[in-house]
């Protein structure tokens, strides 16, 4: 199937199917597809913290885009199709796997807190924690025994979720090198994709500063979520910033809302 063929539909006519802290989804115009729509919607503890920040979902759309896009054309498999709008994304359909993901590279957050390492330490290695998704129990950490024994995931599953992680983490934190910014950690999620009689794990949900903890190399001026999380400000400028050096955003350049386009295509 050709999905840049497909037909846009107005969400006024489309059947919502699921919406979450900060993202929509909506059912696509094909068989096998999702529209994926960027809120503007900052939360932080899950959604203890919440705020509206306009603009934010239109920098995400485009960031997670651009990282997506670029992990297709390196051969990692994603849901990701194309970019349908300043907000929207098509995306394929997938059975999420109840995991976060959380790939470290240098001690920040929680890590800090639960094992007492000064937050900025350099891992001796990139370490990968799973949390159970589940908001009423605040995402809680767990192990392979766990994801195995209530059957979140298969040992297949999980090797091919690790292989995938690695393999963001190595691009990723290359990338973001080029542009002066060091990757301290991300969160990733998953999902089995089924075609035909074959399923496979794919790197799904969204990549972009919500997900991950961005740090400016020289200053170490942080470019995330954490600007929402510890009442630092400048979320949207952080954001901003980030685009320009991906080259997502020209100089001199806002996202405002659902105006007009000030990207390049």
Known sequence: MDFNKTRYIPMSRRRRIYEGKAKVLYEGPEPGTLIQHFKDDATAFNAKKHQVIEGKGVLNNRISEYLFQHLNDIGVPTHFIRRLNMREQLIREVEIVPLEVVVRNVAAGSLSQRLGIEEGTQLPRSIIEFYYKNDQLNDPMVSEE???????????????IMALAIRVNDFLTGLFLGIGIRLVDFKMECGRLFENEMMRIIVADEISPDSCRLWDIKS???????????????????YTEVAKRLGI??????????????VKS
């Open 249 to 262: 955003l020209m100089e001199n350049e806002r996202p405002q809302g659902t105006g007009p386009v000030l």
């Open 146 to 160: 766990h994801i195995t024994a209530f059957g979140w995931a298969t040992p297949q599953e999980i090797d091919d």
């Open 220 to 238: 170490n001026e942080k470019l995330d979520k954490d600007r929402f999380r510890r009442d630092l400000g400048g979320l949207l400028e952080a």
